[in-house]
């Protein structure tokens, strides 16, 4: 797991953050430029939004590593490590026939939109369809990682439980640095 | 039957532990099934059409401009204004976490983001003064819940692309049940601590309020130039939410300085993953929503609920009533996409205004965010207190019962809220 942290999702982390950075500058570029200048970046609503799609797919193909969606454990977690294996591994295949759903699904609309063009930047629509294929490969492996590892035995308990309550569950150990309490 | 399978669907595998994002897909998977089309292609087709919105774009924006104000130092300034000016009264600690809630409510728009910065700045001083620390923290929790009220909210933008209905009127629409809930509160605390033996703090001087006024003018800037820039029609909410982003990142590195560059780069990392995963959520859920609309769900729904179509007040109770004991068991952004679609069409029918609707079910939304077992807020203000979760529930419950009043209030006098709406949309 460390070796895929830092060979993998570190490197797409880096990306979240540019893509995350460059819509920033896109939107708030064209902002200013349509008071200030009356004129605007042409490409910017339409890559922002392709950006968007790569941000939303990259991530959560990083947070399913990181067990970070949302779900609701009030009934798994009262289970025993036996029912606790049994709806991890049924979860598991479900979410495995799902996702060759979606690949197959993507794959399909990703050859009709090769020869689609968008209408400002001129790139191919394929292009929308290519971080939904790259998430399926992620969540395959992740799906196939998590069986095999709860078949041999070899997981824990509370990674039995492979999602969170909240997006924003909170670690006091990253606690922002403004919050020191006020005296 | 329809109804039937999407209920099942959705219920077994959230049951299972899978994360609801998939939960919707199978729920979507199961209604191709049950209505003959199966198409692995709608799920593809959706997924990227529920992701490829300018709309959607405010939300990553939003967030980044919340932690942001949190790790730059915005909201230990507006804290500190509050407590110049009213610090000093009895109980004044309170109407200091309600006073700086609803500021930084207009700062961020995650209820979250407000907990963590008012749980560990007041809850100490608080409990210092004399007051006790499970009411304390209770007022912190329950104030915090205006973030998603007051605009900008992440909520709202959730709301208003499920049901297609407008962003900047709902964010109008916010402003004055936002504050409605704080004056609750506020009589809430002021019943409570009339008996309290407490320590005033001692009245800040003239020069004191000043410096206090002068340091957190440039986080005050930042609601300002939201509501009027969006009043006035200058920016979309996205342009508002990018605007609000890079203002506080400036604020937070160039002139408060507390934000260095490898901060800021986590600060980035973060927000894009809290993104991620609520939009792949959003996504998922308008899997399951066009599907929803093909199979006539909402007509099935508004005929179950016939006998309650004449009476739009008895609608939004049992309605409400529903939305309260689902928020129990479910964190905001899976209530709004789940709920969301089925019910917007059913408020229409019945000729209750989509924008009041949305205002109530994102205030309820807001108080399931106190509710335990899934009490969001609650885990974050007992986490950055220290003090545990019993403790914290023991104090919410009353501020708890002081929200659901107001929010009482607001159902059977809808004018509360669409009359201030009306004014400020204008």
């Known amino acids: 797991m460390i070796a895929i942290r830092k060979f993998l999702l570190n490197p797409v982390q880096f990306l979240l953050a540019a893509c995350l950075a460059a819509m920033l500058v896109l939107v708030f570029g064209n902002v200013v430029l349509r008071y200030a200048f009356n004129t605007g970046i042409s490409v910017s609503e339409e890559l922002s939004r392709l950006l968007f799609v790569w941000v939303v797919f990259l991530g959560a193909a990083v947070t399913l590593f990181e067990q970070a969606h949302l779900g609701v454990d009030t009934l798994v977690r009262r289970l025993s490590r036996k029912g606790r294996l049994a709806c991890f591994v049924l979860s598991n295949l479900l979410m495995l026939y799902t996702t060759w759903l979606i690949f197959s699904g993507t794959w399909q609309q990703f050859g009709i939109n090769l020869g689609m063009t968008t209408p400002v930047m001129g790139i191919s629509q394929a292009w929308f369809f290519v971080p939904v294929l790259i998430f399926t490969g992620f969540a395959a492996a992740w799906f196939c990682l998590s069986l095999i590892r709860s078949l041999t035995g070899r997981i824990s308990d509370e990674e039995l439980i492979g999602v969170r309550e909240s997006e924003e569950d909170f670690d006091i150990a990253q606690l922002p640095p403004g919050s020191a309490p006020l005296r | 039957m329809t109804i039937l399978v999407f209920i099942t669907a959705l219920l ?153 209905l407008s962003i900047s009127k709902l964010f109008m629409a916010g402003i004055a049940p936002g504050l409605m809930i704080g004056v609750g509160l506020a009589v809430a605390w002021w019943l409570m601590v009339r008996k309290e033996e407490i320590e005033l703090r001692p009245r800040a001087s003239g020069a004191e309020r000043l410096k206090a006024l002068r340091e957190s003018l440039w986080a005050l800037g930042l609601p300002v130039i939201i509501i009027f820039g969006l009043k006035f029609g200058l920016f979309t909410p996205t342009e508002a939410a990018v605007v609000a982003a890079v203002y506080s990142i400036l604020v937070a590195t160039c002139i408060y300085r507390e934000l260095s560059l490898s901060q800021l780069y986590a600060v980035f990392v973060s927000s894009a993953k809290v993104t991620s995963v609520v939009i792949f959520l959003v996504a998922a859920a308008l899997v399951s929503a066009w599907l929803i609309t093909i199979a006539d769900l909402p007509g099935q729904v508004i005929e179950l609920l016939s006998p309650l179509m004449d009476s739009p007040k008895l609608l939004m109770l049992a309605i409400m009533i529903l939305v309260v004991i689902v928020g129990t068991a479910m964190d905001m952004a899976p209530t709004i996409l789940i709920l969301a679609p089925v019910l917007v069409p059913v408020v229409q029918a019945a000729g209750i205004d989509p924008i009041y609707f949305g205002v109530l079910f994102i205030i309820n939304n807001s108080i399931g965010l106190v509710t335990p077992p899934v009490g969001t807020v609650l885990n974050v203000v007992a986490g950055v207190s220290r003090l545990n979760m019993e403790t914290v529930i023991r104090g919410v419950t009353p501020f708890m019962v002081a929200q659901l009043v107001v929010l009482g209030l607001m159902i059977a006098f809808p004018e509360l809220v669409t009359w201030p709406a009306a004014w400020l949309g204008r």
């Open chain 2, 12 to 164: 077994a595998a959230m049951a299972i532990g899978m994360p609801i994002a998939y939960a919707l897909l199978i729920c979507g998977v199961a209604l191709m099934v049950q209505l003959a089309m199966f198409d692995p292609q709608i799920l593809a087709q959706n997924l990227v059409g529920g992701t490829d919105s300018f709309t959607l774009l405010a939300v990553p924006f939003f967030m980044l401009a919340g932690e942001v104000m949190n790790a730059g130092g915005l909201s230990k300034r507006i804290v500190a204004l509050a407590l110049a000016l009213v610090g000093h009264v009895r109980g004044g600690l309170g109407y200091v976490a309600i006073i700086a809630a609803c500021v930084l409510s207009a700062l961020s728009g995650s209820a979250v983001a407000d907990a963590a910065a008012l749980g560990a700045l007041l809850v100490p001083m608080m409990v210092k003064a004399g007051h006790d620390k499970a009411r304390s923290a209770g007022l912190v929790a329950s104030a915090s819940v205006i973030g998603p009220i007051i605009p900008p909210s992440i909520a709202f933008i959730l709301f208003g692309v499920t049901a297609n």
